[in-house]
């Protein structure tokens, strides 16, 4: 009896400690959670003002600052070590120190830091100022990709000419940096292993908190494959009408040069080339916001609009006053592509864009501010739950805003849309449209992280890293480059996001997802009901809905506080990711595209690529 007294005195007294302890680790992550937003605060400022004007002063700067936060990030993963918060009670407390203990590449020997922050600089530099030549003018080689390539290579029809242009920007942003990325690659798995990661792959697959969750992605990238092939074949058959057999094969993959885009990530910029009923007018109100004398600060100003018109937080003036929303005429090089910046104070939240006046820009203008609504939501957090519920719920956010204004129904409202009918013809025009940005993009996003995923998990001899990357794009997208590239060549830098080492898995998770928010929000705003054909999925707007802003602040507030399923059920009450929604929004243009291909014998599928040769 007597020792069982003892015993249980000693686990009392045990209790007793870790309770005590555990209330010492609450005022610790506290009084951590401050100091960690200030020094963010201090990283994140010498990293904008760096992207906003590159030049060496700003890059050594932005290194050496990055380089102190990560050897306090060390400190901290080490002195944590002193509490036993996986025995705690609090999931929260315990959430939190998890959190805390990834370094992720602050993990790394002080020398290979600033070795990865040099590597990344390069990259990220040298494709900010990539520069070409000219088509007509060989000795003018100033063209910068914004705005002067893409503009060329959304409106030429000239394949020639794209090819041109084409070559030299891969050639410049992609193989120039071939060395810098093999370093980058072995830095990535060191840094991984540091952290008990098999590899890279793992550490980005681990921001999802789901052992299956790129089994999760391959079914549901499987279901909708089919729609997509669908989408594939018509393109190829419309392009051989327009550009004849000897640029485009009836059987092979398209020549992705000609599909208005540098990556042929969206197609949506040919559309009037493959529209399904050309003489139906496209929903492109470019020349009409021209007309109204629409610019840069009106189309931000209207997309804050948007969000406050659901009960959501209105832009506080530092974002005006800070901005960067037009491309600087000062001749400084920057990062034009468009980003938006959480500074970790109170209202310290920016975009920077080198916005001009389009469609695509004015949906882009809503996504970009999507993320800033979700920093501003959940702004009142401790520093490490400042961040979405999983990386693809922040694209998703503001790409709802983009598919609600996108549609004919919003472009009415706002007086940019005039006299335009939405029959059954426009509406299958609408449809493939949306097609050619939403479902074009699904594989093309799973690309960019399996490829690689299978050079952090050593699948791939280096000797093959380049036609690897071509292997894939042909294998899911049916795309191939308009020459025959071959290891000499190094092409996947020639994306920003894998120069800039972005994990790309968020954007592939929130195509996916932000057709479940949207179904959902169309429904709480009364705008969508499968049963009535004057209220269809995919011309709904949420613009004005408080009930759809409820869901949004209710979702968006918990920042990364608990696992994503239980983000996604503050949403819809649902917990589980799935492509149903996408499917059903373009049920309609399924229905067509397969009758229209059996109906001109439109071969689905394609057959090997054989530009891309191994040496």
């Excluded at 468009?338 to 203008?365: E, M, N």
């Excluded at 399996?450 to 690897?468: Q, T």
């Amino acid at each position: 009896m007597k020792v069982l007294l003892l015993a249980l005195a000693a686990t009392f007294a045990f209790t007793q400690a870790l309770v005590k302890e555990e209330i010492q680790a609450k005022e610790y992550l506290e009084n951590l959670n401050k100091e960690l937003a200030k020094r963010t605060n201090v990283e994140t400022e010498a990293s904008w003002a760096y992207a906003s004007n590159i030049n060496d002063e700003n890059e050594k700067k932005k290194n050496e600052v990055s380089a102190e936060l990560a050897k306090f990030m060390k400190e901290v993963a080490s002195d944590i070590q002193k509490f036993s918060w996986r025995t705690y009670q609090s999931e929260d407390i315990k959430r939190q120190f998890k959190s805390l203990s990834k370094l992720g590449y602050a993990a790394l020997t002080e020398a290979d830091y600033a070795q990865f922050l040099e590597t990344i600089s390069a990259m990220e530099s040298n494709y900010a100022k990539v520069k070409v030549c000219d088509y007509k003018n060989n000795t003018k080689c100033d063209l910068a990709l914004e705005p002067e390539i893409e503009d060329v290579i959304q409106t030429s029809r000239d394949p020639e000419e794209l090819k041109h242009y084409w070559v030299q920007f891969y050639d410049k942003a992609g193989t120039a940096v071939r060395s810098e990325f093999e370093r980058y690659v072995e830095l990535n798995t060191k840094a991984a292993k540091l952290n008990n990661f098999t590899s890279g792959a793992e550490l980005w697959l681990d921001e999802y908190e789901d052992d299956t969750f790129e089994k999760q992605l391959d079914d549901i990238f499987a279901e909708i494959r089919p729609l997509y092939e669908q989408i594939h074949g018509y393109v190829r058959y419309r392009l051989r009408k327009h550009y004849g057999d000897d640029v485009v094969s009836e059987k092979g993959p398209l020549p992705m040069h000609l599909l208005g885009n540098m990556w042929a990530q969206q197609w949506s910029d040919i559309a009037s080339l493959v529209s399904p009923f050309p003489d139906k007018p496209l929903v492109d109100v470019t020349s009409e916001m021209i007309n109204q004398g629409y610019t840069p600060l009106k189309m931000f100003q209207m997309a804050d609009d948007f969000f406050t018109s659901m009960n959501l937080t209105k832009l506080p003036q530092a974002f005006w006053d800070k901005s960067i929303i037009e491309k600087p005429s000062d001749g400084r090089d920057l990062i034009c592509h468009a980003s938006a910046w959480d500074f970790y104070l109170t209202d310290d939240v920016r975009i920077k864009q080198c916005t001009t006046v389009t469609q695509s820009q004015f949906f882009t203008v809503h996504h970009e501010q999507g993320h800033i609504q979700y920093f501003l939501q959940y702004q009142h957090q401790p520093f490490v739950y400042r961040t979405g519920a999983n990386p693809g719920f922040h694209e998703a956010v503001g790409d709802v805003l983009s598919l609600s204004v996108s549609t004919p129904r919003h472009l009415e409202k706002i007086g940019l849309l005039k006299n335009f009918v939405l029959d059954e013809e426009a509406r299958i025009n609408q449809l493939f449209l949306t097609a050619l940005d939403k479902i074009v993009f699904l594989p093309f996003a799973f690309t960019l992280d399996k490829y690689r995923w299978s050079l952090f998990r050593g699948e791939v001899d280096k000797a093959n890293w380049n036609c690897a990357f071509w292997k894939l794009r042909e294998e899911y997208s049916g795309i191939e480059p308009p020459v025959v590239r071959s290891e000499k060549d190094f092409d996947p830098p020639a994306k920003y996001h894998i120069s800039a080492d972005v994990e790309y898995l968020r954007y592939l998770v929130s195509f996916i997802i932000q057709f479940q928010f949207y179904k959902s929000a169309c429904i709480k705003a009364g705008q969508y009901d499968a049963t009535n054909p004057d209220l269809p999925l995919d011309n709904c707007d949420i613009y004005g809905s408080a009930a759809a802003g409820a869901a949004f602040q209710n979702m968006l507030s918990l920042g990364a506080s608990k696992p994503w399923p239980d983000a996604l059920e503050a949403f819809n009450g649902e917990r589980i990711m799935s492509g149903k929604a996408i499917a059903e929004f373009f049920e309609p243009l399924r229905v067509w595209l397969e009758a229209e291909n059996i109906k001109n014998n439109v071969h689905i599928g394609w057959t090997a690529s054989d530009k891309c040769v191994s040496s």
